[in-house]
């Protein structure tokens, strides 16, 4: 079955960097594309980022040019490298892919950006 299981989450300074991975099984990685999303207390969850199974990549506006999505194959991961952190980004971040037309969700991993 698929399952998506996030780290790397944790307390950061504003200013400072993060590195997220979510490893990828149950599926044929290469073969499907890959979302970050985040969701604050009291907000929507928002779509942040995806990678295509081509590696074409699309980002919202509140973090592009700051977070970087990328996903090594041979090790069915995806990372979302998170720079210029922002107390604003602090959220609960999930990975999620669409499979046979179907969401999933990992468990996600709380980002904390507080000085």
């Known amino acids: 079955q698929v399952q998506l299981v996030e780290s790397g989450g944790g307390l950061v300074q504003p200013g400072g960097s993060l590195r997220l991975s979510c490893a990828a099984s149950g599926f044929t990685f290469s073969s499907y594309a890959m979302r970050w999303y985040r969701q604050a207390p009291g907000k929507e969850r928002e779509l942040l980022a995806s990678?295509?199974?081509?590696?074409?990549?699309n980002y919202a506006d509140s973090v592009k040019g700051r977070f970087t999505i990328s996903r090594d194959i041979a090790k069915n991961l995806v990372y979302l490298q998170m720079n210029s952190l922002k107390p604003e980004d602090t959220a609960i971040y999930y990975c999620?892919?669409?499979?046979?037309?179907?969401?999933?969700w990992g468990q996600g991993t709380q980002v904390t950006v507080s000085s």
């Open positions: 990678i295509t199974s081509g590696d074409s990549t």
């Open positions: 999620n892919t669409i499979y046979r037309s179907r969401n999933y």
